[in-house]
């Protein structure tokens, strides 16, 4: 997955999850720290997966990310989760994260990464994915 074609205009589906960056989540230097925005993602990617396992899921990798612009406390952060693939046990699910300045309409892409997670059983073991 590449980071360095994004596309013009973000998915055209709901967000899973849109918030506002607050002064708590910032660098020193005020820019909205970088784990911030990836826990926000996982988070996503984690609605997404759960769903279609139908269960409880864990991440167990990320991949490709690369931050292109910043994130400035007000801005609306929205991330768009898509399943990509489906393994016995695990799914990919990429993310991308889009910003929109707190005044302005204009949207643009902050950063995507694909997450992959497995389904677990009550046990906290791998179990099968359901058929969709």
């Given at each position: 997955?590449?980071?360095?074609?994004?596309?013009?205009?973000?998915?055209?589906?709901a967000?899973v999850?849109?918030?506002?960056?607050?002064?708590?989540d910032?660098n020193?230097?005020g820019?909205?720290?970088?784990?911030?925005?990836?826990?926000i993602?996982?988070?996503?990617?984690?609605?997404?997966?759960?769903?279609?396992?139908?269960?409880?899921?864990?991440?167990?990798?990320v991949?490709?990310?690369?931050f292109?612009?910043?994130v400035?406390?007000?801005?609306?952060?929205?991330?768009?989760?898509?399943?990509?693939?489906?393994?016995?046990?695990?799914m990919?699910?990429?993310?991308?994260?889009?910003r929109?300045?707190r005044?302005?309409?204009?949207m643009?892409?902050?950063?995507?990464?694909?997450?992959?997670?497995?389904?677990?059983?009550?046990?906290?073991?791998?179990?099968?994915?359901p058929?969709?």
């Amino acid at each position: 997955m590449s980071n360095r074609l994004p596309p013009a205009e973000p998915p055209q589906h709901a967000p899973v999850i849109r918030i506002t960056a607050m002064p708590s989540d910032t660098n020193p230097a005020g820019d909205i720290f970088g784990g911030w925005l990836m826990g926000i993602m996982d988070m996503a990617a984690a609605s997404a997966a759960t769903r279609r396992a139908r269960g409880r899921c864990a991440t167990v990798a990320v991949e490709g990310m690369s931050f292109l612009s910043p994130v400035r406390v007000g801005d609306e952060v929205s991330c768009y989760a898509e399943i990509v693939s489906v393994g016995r046990t695990s799914m990919k699910v990429k993310v991308e994260a889009w910003r929109r300045e707190r005044e302005g309409e204009h949207m643009n892409r902050v950063t995507a990464a694909e997450f992959t997670f497995v389904a677990l059983d009550q046990t906290g073991r791998p179990r099968p994915v359901p058929a969709a």
